[in-house]
């Protein structure tokens, strides 16, 4: 094992910060700020390093959501997270297949920066209460009730039915399947009525301002979009679920994120801002341990 305490848990760090920020670039950039702040402290006198880092990360992270909030009061249009690729093992730990989702994580956007903290570090990490009060300076009673309020306010949003592994799959293989060969029907049986599109380009690339809403728009948007010349679309694996990323003329256009209930797609999140899709070349390491 490594015996350097930061490399050891410098994955799990990112995942705390990602999961925290919804975007791997300002991740990495608390992750950065943590070793900084770590390569300065007596390491000798740490009794628990591993609770000691994730501590740093976690108030890197929260002086970094505040100033991430003003930023995305200005953002052109919808506002979704970074997406990752990540390898197929990921989805085999469930807890942070879901944790990770692009569904998750822009509900996770909807919380406050102290409740997100909580949220991710009990609820995710399962960090002991008076842990998670080290790590965002309040008592373990005012985390408490912390805690549950962030519960209440995710469970009322959060996808309201578990799917298997091999259930979105299936469809997301008939999504693809639809997608590729222009078939509205095909993609009408798969999509649920009340689907909601929601495309992110950030003023950046071409992208729906608002949500599209019902299946018959939302297939209608796929089949001309679809019909773009050297159009590709090819399933991978993002935040730890299926999903497909769509090429334009051989280059990474959009990576798309399906969240599915009831055997159809209920949510596509479209992410096309260029600066979003930097690190779908190499999959990155997510971990809770």
């Known amino acids: 094992m490594n015996d350097n305490p930061f490399a050891r848990h410098r994955s799990l760090l990112f995942t705390v910060a990602y999961e925290m920020l919804g975007s791997a670039a300002d991740a990495e950039d608390v992750v950065q700020e943590t070793w900084l702040r770590w390569a300065n402290v007596d390491q000798t006198v740490v009794r628990d390093p591993r609770a000691y880092l994730v501590r740093i990360v976690t108030r890197q992270a929260l002086n970094r959501l505040r100033s991430l909030a003003r930023r995305r009061e200005d953002y052109v249009g919808e ?6 690729l990540t390898s197929p093992d990921v989805a085999a730990d469930v807890e942070l297949a879901e944790s990770v989702s692009i569904a998750m994580l822009t509900v996770l956007e909807t919380l406050g920066p102290a409740e997100r903290a909580v949220f991710v570090l009990h609820e995710v990490f399962e960090m002991p209460y008076e842990e998670v009060a080290e790590a965002v300076d309040k008592s373990p009673s005012a985390v408490r009730q912390i805690a549950h309020r962030a519960r209440e306010h995710v469970a009322a949003r959060r996808p309201r039915m578990h799917v298997t592994q091999t259930q979105q799959q299936e469809v997301v293989d008939r999504f693809l399947a639809a997608v590729r060969s222009g078939d509205l029907q095909g ?4 999509l649920a009525p009340d689907v909601v599109v929601v495309a992110d380009g950030g003023g950046v690339a071409a992208a729906a301002r608002r949500p599209i809403v019902g299946a018959r728009p939302a297939a209608n948007f796929l089949v001309r979009a679809a019909g773009i010349a050297d159009f590709e ?4 694996w993002l935040n730890g679920s299926p999903a497909a990323r769509i090429d334009i003329a051989g280059a990474l256009d959009t990576a798309v994120s399906l969240a ?4 159809r797609i209920t949510r596509i999140y479209a992410v096309r801002n260029p600066h979003k899709l930097a690190r779908l070349e190499g999959v990155a390491e997510l971990t809770r341990s």
Request: glycine share 6%; aromatic share 6%.
């Open 260 to 263: 599915v209930e009831n055997g």
């Open 187 to 190: 993609l009408l049986d798969v």
């Open 233 to 236: 679309v090819s399933a991978v």
């Open 79 to 84: 506002w979704l997270p970074e997406p990752l």
